[in-house]
Nanobody, 123 residues
Framework: VQLQASGGGLVQAGGSLRLSCAAS????????MGWFRQAPGKEREFVAA????????RYADSVKGRFTISRDNAKNTVYLQMNSLKPEDTAVYYC?????????????????WGQGTQVTVSS
């Protein structure tokens, strides 16, 4: 499985961005996809995850109500719509795949990672 994240950029506080993560492989629709982020000097943290069918989602408290994770299994792609962005959302964002069926937050459960895309929110 290969994952390719895109869509990052520079945006003002209060703005929006949509990240995409394209995956290779025939089994994409079976497994959980997640988004994580890592700011300079900080540990990688969970942002959101979605089940294979898209019917179950999970969010970090810090992004609930602002971010939405979704997936299009026909396109082997997962999205992260980020609204009402704050300077503290600035980080490198990574997509990841976990060979499990319910959305999980632990990075150690994800066996496949994309290369990351930079999101910078200016105040």
């Amino acid at each position: 499985v290969q994952l390719q994240a895109s869509g990052g950029g520079l945006v003002q506080a209060g703005g929006s961005l949509r990240l995409s993560c394209a995956a290779s492989g025939r089994t994409f629709s079976m497994y959980v996809m997640g988004w994580f982020r890592q700011a300079p000097g900080k540990e990688r943290e969970f942002v959101a995850a979605i089940s294979g069918s898209g019917g179950n989602t999970r969010y970090a408290d810090s992004v609930k109500g602002r971010f939405t994770i979704s997936r299009d299994n026909a396109k082997n792609t997962v999205y992260l719509q980020m609204n009402s962005l704050k300077p503290e959302d600035t980080a490198v964002y990574y997509c990841a795949l976990a060979r499990t069926f319910l959305p999980i937050a632990s990075p150690s459960e994800y066996g496949y990672w994309g290369q990351g895309t930079q999101v910078t929110v200016s105040s």
